[in-house]
């Protein structure tokens, strides 16, 4: 936790190496101080196939998945963050975009949660 996913048009893709993408949202969700950088997760998802808006041509949004408790200003701050670190990276894109949403902690599960060991119900244990 947080899970962070980019889904962008293949292009991207083509003028940023993934790594470099993958590392932008990454260190920019770990300089918000609001996880710790071992639980953050990133991953892309590229789409060959999409229809977009008149003399529009590639697109990207980061989907943020976050355990409750964050403010909603920390929320803002960190779709504001992401965005405007990769508006740096990618100045010419036709759509970027980030939302930020919140799992409940009563119904999320980990195989850290279900371990017999684990007394404490820590969704960190053994990480």
Known sequence: MPHFIIECSQDILQTIAPGELMDAVYDTADATGIFANNDIK??????????????????????????EGRTTEQKANLSKTITARLKKLLSSISFLSVSISEFEAATYCNSSLINPQNMNHDRHFEL
């Not at 229809?51 to 989907?63: A, E």
């Open 42 to 67: 990133v991953r892309i998802q590229s789409f060959h196939h999409y229809k977009l808006g008149s003399n529009k041509t590639n697109f990207l949004h980061v989907f943020g998945y976050i355990m």
